[in-house]
């Protein structure tokens, strides 16, 4: 397999919803596409790299510049035994995992199609024909806004409700949450907005018995998520923290976490994706698939990765409505009465890609090769 030609595309999509978390709302996704051209075909993959380095370090604008200098003018032209060398490519650039991944995406995807397989298949996944489907909930205005969003998620089927926290918006939030739903598969996200001072504080999230507390600690570290967790009865589970599998084996020697939540491309892509899966699974820590408001190209992925037989519990990936009026791919991601995603078979990640639409909602592109 060879890649001739990578085009980068910058699409503007505004949100149904905002999104806010403990580092801030956001209104409108800026969106880097990634689309790789090889033998008359096209893989698409998706940067998931938020529009300021918050979350993490990178951002989209960032994320196109790494492409363009360093990641694509090693992968171009070059001959590869497979999607699985793209990645190896570019692992001598520290940290911007997500604009890496966007790329090794693409050339999964690319490889996927050209052997006319779905996706799942190519990365080894298939052990369920539908993945569970929870919900990632931002802060809202008011707590009674909250509790209508987690009633009408609930009733369209979703099997968890996870919500954002933040000082300020915690235990009393979660208690009325616990109170108005008692029986409901709960979680909550705090995206590093605590530290270890804060540990009895966070205690107090014991009594409501969370399915896990996501990232409550600095985005990059492990040991004081260990601490905290020896001191807390809710299961930790690592968002953040984890980019690598050795981090992976790292949480599991401290006994930092009790679950991970594995990101596409905050992992920098399918290879390291795999590996993190398989040091969890080794480890016997579950894992479920995270999202980062991904347009359909992204979400498609994301249910590819699913398959992998780790991701037990329900994720981050819901249907397509929930963040888009209309989304870029075809047809829409949809979710079952009962909360899962339906996998596809059609070849690479197996959705059609709108591709006037996409061109509509194009601000930049650049062809690369
Ligand atoms: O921490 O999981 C997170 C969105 C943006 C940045 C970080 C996170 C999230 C979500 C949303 O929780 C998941 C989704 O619905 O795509
Ligand atoms: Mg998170």
Known sequence: ???????????????????????????????????????????????????????????????????????????????????HEVGRLSEHIRGHQMARGGLEAAAWDLEARREGVPLWKKIGGGARREIPCGVSI????????????????????????????????????????????PAIKLMADANSAYTLADAEHLRRLDEFYLMMIEQPLSHDDIIDHAELQSKLATPLCLDECIRTAHHVEQAVRLRACGIINIKLGRVGGFGEARRVHGAAQAAGIPVWCGGMLESGVGRAHNIALATLPDFVLPGDVSASRRYWERDIIHPPVEVTPHGTIAIRDTPGFGYDLDTGYIRHLTVREECLG
């Not at 580092?23 to 409108?28: A, C, E, I, N, P």
């Not at 993959?45 to 918050?54: K, L």
């Not at 209508?148 to 208690?175: C, H, M, N, S």
Request: no cysteine; hydrophobic share 45%.
């Open 138 to 181: 931002g802060i809202q205005n008011t707590v009674a806004e909250l509790l209508e969003t987690i009633e009408r998620e609930l009733a369209a089927g979703y099997q968890r409700i996870k919500i954002k926290i933040k000082p300020g918006w915690d235990i009393d939030v979660v208690r009325q949450v616990r109170e108005r739903f």
């Open 1 to 83: 397999m060879r890649i001739e030609r990578i085009t980068l595309r910058q699409i503007r999509m505004p949100l149904v919803h905002f999104f806010e978390t403990s580092f801030g709302r956001t209104t409108t996704r800026d969106i880097i596409l990634v689309e790789a051209q090889g033998e008359g075909m096209s893989g698409w993959g998706e940067v998931t790299a938020g529009e300021n380095p918050f979350y993490n370090e990178e951002w989209t604008a960032a994320a196109w510049l790494i492409l363009r200098e360093y990641v694509a003018p090693r992968v171009l032209g070059r001959p590869l035994a497979g999607a």
